[in-house]
């Protein structure tokens, strides 16, 4: 059974910080590929930041330079350090293998102008 549980979302300033964490069942978190999803009001879910099991990362244009994907496989966590948030950050953020999921109920950023 897959599970996905993510938990560290909240409400916060722009230009604050949160950190995003994502404990994967051992199977999904073995995959090639763990990401970080987010899905804004009225917008389509869209890729943020993936991380392979050897550790390159890969960053959506929005997002490069803020933000910081990283992984503890002793754990089966996935992180997202988040900094210099911006309002056009606030969605429900995601994690999985991939953009078609599956997916676990999500955490809920919201950044306040």
């Known amino acids: 059974q897959v599970q996905l549980a993510e938990s560290g979302g909240g409400l916060v300033q722009a230009g604050g910080s949160l950190r995003l964490s994502c404990a994967a069942s051992g199977s999904m978190f073995n995959s090639n590929f763990m990401g970080w999803y987010r899905q804004a009001p009225g917008k389509q879910r869209a890729m943020v930041a993936i991380i392979t099991r050897d550790g390159t990362t890969t960053y959506a244009d929005p997002v490069k330079g803020r933000f910081t994907i990283s992984r503890d496989n002793a754990r089966n966590t996935v992180y997202l350090q988040m900094n210099s948030l911006k309002p056009e950050d606030t969605a429900v953020y995601y994690c999985?293998?991939?953009?078609?999921?599956?997916w676990g109920q999500g955490t809920r950023v919201t950044v306040s102008s």
């Open positions: 999985s293998k991939s953009l078609f999921g599956p």
